[in-house]
């Protein structure tokens, strides 16, 4: 059968109008509109309200109503009032005249009470009376080798050395008050600074009270930055989960094929990149396939 002129003209305008919707977008600028898609797709589950409750942070966020330094500081306050409070702290001067009155020197005239330690443990009660160059003390009625005591007890039968005993009791007083305060401390800032912090509108980024850096002020920031981060991450997350096939599906619907040749999306009217020699990648549609496709619609009105 043979078919006229208009007729085949027809036929042709047909099968233009059929990739007329995918001829008119290239494939770039289709790729283009896909992402943008993915990206409103993946706005769309992501929801801020929910990623801040997975991550403990009040929702809507607070604006830090301080400086991260002054937040800090005024729990530090806090924590010393706590201390002072439950542990009864106390300065360099107070346990010094404790010390003092407990480790006074021995003075000729008052009443001691002392132990002695030979065979057995027994407590010598009376007036002290001073010593002799032989290395005994005088106590009441009796005259007791000065080596039977301890040393804290020798020394106070000797002002220089009795002062050089107060000065070893101090330092170890210190000592042993900073290592008890120290360790509650670390376990008081840990639970009022996060707390503080948080009331004031900071947020951890590493969550861990273990970690060394917790309390760095390097490691928290404002809530709303860090909500910001967190929702980013986990649109970031999903996108890779679902972006590939996304815009597959994306491209297919709009007549666009992934060419592993020349790694890129083409028409798919368009031959594959190892099917046609010496042409380039399969991007955009040629301006001559445009002009012809234009030329075809003027002898359309034509025809019509």
């Not at 005993?165 to 670390?186: E, G």
């Not at 297919?252 to 099917?275: C, H, I, L, M, T």
């Amino acid at each position: 059968m043979r078919i006229g002129s208009k007729s085949f003209l027809i036929l042709v305008l047909f099968a233009v109008l059929v990739q007329v919707p995918y001829a008119q977008e290239s494939a770039s600028e289709c790729l283009e509109n896909a992402k943008q898609a993915l990206d409103e797709e993946v706005a769309k589950k992501v929801d801020p309200e929910l990623v801040a409750m997975q991550n403990k942070i009040e929702y809507p966020v607070k604006m830090p109503t301080m400086p991260w330094t002054q937040v800090f500081k005024n729990a530090l306050k806090e924590v010393d009032a706590v201390l002072a409070k439950t542990y009864n702290v106390k300065s360099q001067e107070q346990l010094f005249l404790e010390i003092s009155k407990k480790y006074a020197p021995f003075k000729v005239g008052e009443r001691i009470s002392v132990v002695q330690k030979v065979k057995y443990a027994r407590t010598i009660t009376g007036r002290y009376q001073g010593k002799n160059n032989l290395g005994h003390v005088h106590i009441g009625t009796y005259w007791i080798p000065i080596s039977d005591f301890d040393d804290d007890t020798i020394a106070r039968f000797d002002s220089d050395e009795c002062d050089k005993l107060i000065k070893k009791k101090l330092r170890q007083a210190m000592h042993k008050q900073k290592l008890v305060v120290d360790s509650a401390r670390r376990v008081e800032i840990l639970r009022v600074a996060p707390r503080m912090l948080l009331e004031n509108g900071y947020s951890p980024k590493n969550p861990d009270k273990t970690s060394r850096s917790y309390l760095a002020a390097e490691n928290w920031e404002s809530q709303d930055k860090r909500l910001e981060w967190l929702v980013n991450a986990q649109k970031e997350k999903l996108k890779e989960a679902i972006g590939d096939d996304f815009i597959s599906k994306y491209m297919n619907e709009r007549g666009f094929v992934y060419d592993e040749a020349s790694e890129a999306y083409r028409s798919k009217a368009q031959p594959k990149q190892n099917e046609v020699q010496n042409s380039e990648p399969a991007v955009d549609e040629p301006k001559e396939q445009k002009n012809e496709n234009q030329g075809i619609f003027q002898k359309m009105k034509i025809v019509f």
